[in-house]
């Protein structure tokens, strides 16, 4: 049979469109919230596809997230499998002060199915000095200062949640750490394009900061049994 130009081009948007709905779905859905968001319906969440959740606990050694304990627990509730993170201050303290103020405060670890390994939120500096005023070298050597202590309290290395334009400029690209830390990137796109160095694959990606559920909007690479695997350890 003859096919038509116009049914050909038909036949491969139908297909494009399909195929990318396909994945959306077979990919497990997340959120990432903190305060911003407040009360979070979980419940509702979850009945419009959320799998998971990472959810702040604090912020340098000052600040615990007044939302997280609530949050937590409702997402527990939910059946949701959920995780906390840590906003990253590398100019305020050592990486193990922050991992064990963290730890002290609800980021902890258990192999019980449902809680994900904590998160190291690490980016732009929100008070404007690059990289925090740390060399590349110095910045590895507190990223590797709070993994290895989240590591020897909980026996998992923490999620790294970044950027690639960020671990580029500020770490000088190491690959240091893509054979132990599950990467979390954000990139807000239709591709999760170039990844950091170390890394072959990301395990969540963040491709959205408000979509229809609350907060940032994330998906898992991978099964839900997958994400059920990591939450085991």
């Not at 959740?53 to 409702?74: H, L, M, Q, R, W």
């Not at 599950?182 to 796109?189: D, F, G, M, S, T």
Request: charged share 10%; with cysteine.
């Amino acid at each position: 049979m003859k096919l038509t130009t116009a049914f050909l081009v038909a036949l491969a948007v139908t297909v494009a469109t399909t195929s990318a709905v396909a994945v959306k779905r077979a990919a497990p859905q997340g959120i990432d919230v903190s305060h911003y968001q407040g009360a979070v319906n979980f419940a509702a969440a979850a009945a419009n596809g959320i799998s998971f959740a990472y959810i702040k606990v604090t912020e340098g050694t000052t600040y615990i997230d007044p939302e997280f304990s609530n949050n937590y627990v409702a997402a527990t509730n939910t059946g949701i499998i959920r995780g906390g993170y840590h906003f990253a201050h590398p100019d305020a303290s050592s990486g193990a002060t922050q991992a064990q103020y963290f730890l002290a405060h609800g980021g902890g670890w258990s192999s019980d199915g449902i809680t994900l390994p904590g998160a190291l939120d690490i980016e732009y500096n929100p008070s404007g000095a690059e990289c925090y005023g740390l060399s590349a070298s110095a910045m590895v050597s507190w990223i590797q200062d709070f993994s290895n202590t989240y590591h020897s309290h909980t026996g998992v290395y923490p999620v790294i949640y970044t950027t690639t334009d960020w671990w580029t400029t500020c770490t000088g690209n190491s690959a240091a750490f893509g054979s132990t830390n599950p990467l979390w990137i954000a990139r807000y796109a239709s591709s999760i394009g170039t990844l950091p160095a170390g890394w072959a694959y990301t395990t969540f990606w963040q491709y959205a900061d408000s979509g229809s559920n609350p907060g940032d909007q994330d998906e898992f690479n991978g099964s839900l049994q997958g994400l059920k695997n990591l939450a085991l350890g």
